[in-house]
């Protein structure tokens, strides 16, 4: 099982920034990717950014130039930080991990989710 404690949601005014952070804990072999998705009210969920074990990074176009995915291995620590924040960008931020375990198998697990606000 891999647990996700994730960070750093809150309230901001337009054009301010915010840095999100999810570390994994547990028993698992290593990480393959780490992602973060969002979900706004009444939409469906959707990815923001990806990155893999091998630090290949991915945005989606709606967040590229103002949002930086990046991870610290060591720690197991998935960060994004997120600048000239829009009020279009107000959701539940999810982080996800793609997991291999010791036994060879491969497991997706989600953070609970922190509240992004952006309004002035």
């Known amino acids: 099982q891999v647990q996700l404690a994730e960070s750093g949601g809150g309230l901001v005014q337009p054009g301010g920034s915010l840095r999100l952070s999810c570390t994994a804990s547990?028993?698992?072999?290593?990480?393959?990717?780490m992602r973060w998705y969002r979900q706004a009210p009444g939409q469906q969920r959707e990815l923001v950014a990806t990155i893999t074990s091998g630090g290949s990074t991915n945005y989606a176009d709606s967040v590229k130039g103002r949002f930086t995915i990046s991870r610290d291995a060591a720690e197991n620590t998935v960060n994004l930080q997120m600048n000239s924040l829009k009020p279009e960008d107000t959701a539940v931020y999810y982080c996800?991990?793609?997991?291999?375990?010791?036994?060879?198998?491969?497991?997706?697990?989600w953070g609970r989710g922190t509240q992004v606000t952006v309004s002035s």
């Open positions: 547990g028993s698992f072999m290593s990480i393959i990717a």
């Open positions: 996800k991990v793609h997991a291999l375990h010791f036994d060879g198998t491969i497991s997706d697990y």
